[in-house]
């Protein structure tokens, strides 16, 4: 009975290492393919006329671009930490791992006929975040729903007596974002300015109710084990949680100010955008604190500093959007490039920096074979400098736009303003690109590669052999 | 063994996040995607044609939203693209293309400010050959090029160098349909009547205004 039971756990562990190679290495795939379209897409402000073929063109590659990020890499990336994170947390192997093995491959499905689909020119009506058509994004909601139950199920036999923090903020991105998946598509009662209410709830709250909380939760857990010391404050970790959910719903109207939405439901979202407060600086000083003290550790891991920019930028984007949503500074930055700029120090400097810290913190540890070490600095740096480039160029760009409308100008004038800065985030975009093939090359010796560098000590894998 | 209360509830991990997140959807976004549904048209708001209504299907496929608005705000530096726009603008609007970024131009009103039919085809075949410093797309999928003219085609008068060195340049029934579609992107005029006018319901816009940029 001992022996079999052995060999049984030995499986089920073997299990969880296929399935976290398996999500990371799709996810990297996508990676790859989605910001290379994103690429194309920054040459096409200076250069316009390249790639005119209708497949290529600016119109239909952006949302294969955004959707293309979010759900095929970013989320499937964090939901292969996920399972690990919440298996580990739990202190048992995944619960029913067949789920999680079909969740993968309805994320694929979704991404893969999400793409095709927009590249014809088949889409949701141009509503951001959500272009995918139903049958699309129905595919997506299988795959929430497939993990859900794989990570409620492996919490409930789990084999501490509490549910460390982590897991509430993991399996709660899924609860939200299968509820926010419903609500956004459901066609029958959102039409005309309906419609521009539903987008804007869902839009802001696919990001902040799925990817903050998946980033979040990957932090809560990564950073103290790759540190080796407990959170500084489990009570603030509970604190951000109900705040970020009770304050997070009401802010999507501040992507549509001086719309003709209610005047009071964008104050409203004002409001709580300020409140966002609350849950950022909770959470950021709550990994700071736990960081202090430990930055030799921190010299010393390759996988701690990505985390430590994703914490960086988590603060810097987020209080950011408070700013951004106040109405004197909404009538200058509003439908600038202001607000890509923003995006991308949300979603890549916060949420993909974690993932990656995530990956190359944990996923050493169940595989046993590290990275190349000049790539993974060359991909920190690249990262770090391509998208604060693209940030701040964007930022300055974005900011002139929205001067020389004030000031009155001809349109026109405001793209040649904008014109130096859509080159200087091209560049800063090749840096996150090539960036992108060094983490992909990373991946391999991670997960396929035949060497084992540290084959004996896995668990040194992240944090190095500090001691 | 395991504590049945609170956080470290199995039970609580999944109803608590659920309930209050469902509460707060339906109260945050299906409330007032219901609600705001039921706006009534501004006077004058017509359906579009059954031609204006394909050519929003192709403005819709090419993604044009990603980089024309289609919302006036009650600003100064918005009054060049037309009148603040209205709740009841939106009535026959879905899906709706108010849009989140301007690379080019507002174009809720842009029928009445470019009314000239030859200039949207040549625009939309070259952009560049009307406006040197446009960054937008060409569309030459919407047109193709004939050796001659065949009776009954639309022939835009591309100007050289952007015209092919053989043949003329025909507007598909797409770009027919779309430059119908633009064509028929015209505000209507509100009436300055008080009370519950829908001009109303842009006066608060319009009062925040000075404080909100304009002067």
């Known amino acids: 009975m001992a022996a079999s039971d052995a060999s049984e756990r030995a499986a089920e562990r073997d299990e969880d290492r296929r399935l976290f190679v398996a999500y990371t290495i799709s996810a990297t795939l996508w990676l790859l393919l989605t910001t290379a379209v994103g690429l194309l897409l920054s040459f096409k402000f200076p250069y316009p006329d390249l790639a005119t073929s209708p497949y290529l063109s600016f119109g239909r590659l952006r949302p294969i671009h955004t959707n293309g990020t979010f759900y095929g890499f970013a989320s499937v990336a964090l939901t292969g930490i996920a399972f690990y994170v919440v298996a580990r947390a739990s202190g048992r192997p995944l619960w029913a791992p067949k789920l999680a093995w079909a969740a993968l491959w309805c994320f694929n499905i979704a991404a893969l006929a999400g793409s095709v689909t927009l590249d014809l020119g088949i889409n949701n009506g141009d509503q951001e975040y959500r272009e995918w058509v139903w049958w699309v994004t129905l595919f997506f909601l299988a795959a929430l729903v497939l993990s859900l139950i794989a990570l409620v199920g492996t919490v409930a036999r789990r084999a501490e007596s509490d549910i460390y923090i982590s897991n509430w903020y993991l399996c709660g991105a899924y609860i939200f974002t299968i509820i926010l998946g419903i609500t956004a598509i459901l066609p029958w009662y959102q039409h005309g300015l309906g419609q521009v209410a539903v987008q804007g709830f869902y839009m802001h709250n696919a990001v902040g109710m799925w990817f903050t909380f998946l980033a979040l939760g990957t932090l809560y857990y990564a950073l103290p084990k790759l540190l080796n010391r407990p959170i500084y404050s489990y009570a603030l970790g509970v604190l951000g949680f109900w705040t970020n959910l009770v304050f997070y719903p009401v802010i999507g109207a501040h992507h549509f100010e001086f719309s003709p939405l209610p005047w009071w439901f964008q104050t409203l979202a004002i409001v709580f955008s300020v409140g966002m407060l609350v849950p950022v600086v909770a959470g950021t000083a709550n990994f700071a604190l736990t960081i202090r003290g430990r930055w030799e550790r921190v010299r010393r891991s390759y996988a701690l500093p990505f985390l430590v920019v994703g914490v960086a930028y988590y603060f810097l984007g987020s209080s950011q959007g408070t700013v951004e949503a106040l109405r004197s500074l909404q009538a200058v930055w509003h439908l600038t490039n202001f607000t890509v700029g923003h995006s991308h120090a949300t979603m890549y400097g916060f949420i993909t920096f974690v993932a990656w810290g995530g990956i190359y913190g944990l996923l050493p540890r169940v595989t046993g074979k590290e990275p190349n070490l000049l790539a993974a600095g060359l991909h920190f740096w690249l990262a770090l400098l391509g998208v604060t480039l693209y940030v701040g160029s964007l930022s300055v760009g974005g900011t002139l736009q929205g001067l020389d409308w004030l000031h009155g100008d001809p349109f026109i004038a405001s793209v040649e303003a904008a014109s130096p800065f859509w080159v200087a985030r091209a560049v800063g975009g090749s840096m996150m690109f090539v960036a992108h093939l060094c983490f992909a090359y990373n991946v391999y010796w991670m997960t396929l590669g035949r060497r084992a560098v540290h084959a004996a000590t896995p668990a040194a894998a992240g944090a190095q052999p500090a001691r | ?215």
């Open chain 2, 1 to 215: 063994m395991k504590s049945a209360s609170g956080m470290n509830n199995v039970v609580m991990l999944v109803a608590a996040p659920l309930v209050i997140y469902a509460v707060l959807a339906i109260a945050t976004g299906v409330i007032p995607g219901i609600e705001l549904s039921r706006t009534p048209a501004t006077p004058g708001v017509v359906p579009l044609s059954a031609q204006a209504a394909r050519g929003r299907e192709v403005y819709v496929g090419e993604g044009c939203s990603y980089c024309h608005t289609q919302q006036v705000r009650p600003l100064k530096e918005d009054l060049v693209f037309g009148r603040p726009s209205v709740a009841g603008d939106y009535v026959y609007d879905t899906p709706e293309l108010l849009g989140s970024e301007r690379n080019g131009p507002d174009l809720s009103d842009i029928g009445d400010r470019q009314p000239s039919e030859v200039w949207q085809y040549i625009h939309l075949y070259e952009p560049r050959a009307v406006v040197s410093e446009s960054i937008m797309p060409s569309y030459r999928w919407l047109f193709r090029i004939k050796p001659h003219a065949d009776p009954g085609d639309v022939v835009v008068p591309v100007p050289p160098p952007y015209s092919p060195p053989h043949g003329v340049v025909v507007a598909t029934a797409k770009a027919r349909d779309l430059v119908a579609y633009l064509k028929s992107l015209r505000q209507v005029p509100l009436r300055p009547a008080a009370g519950t006018s829908p001009a109303a319901a842009a006066s608060p816009g319009v009062r925040a205004a000075p404080g909100g940029g304009g002067r």
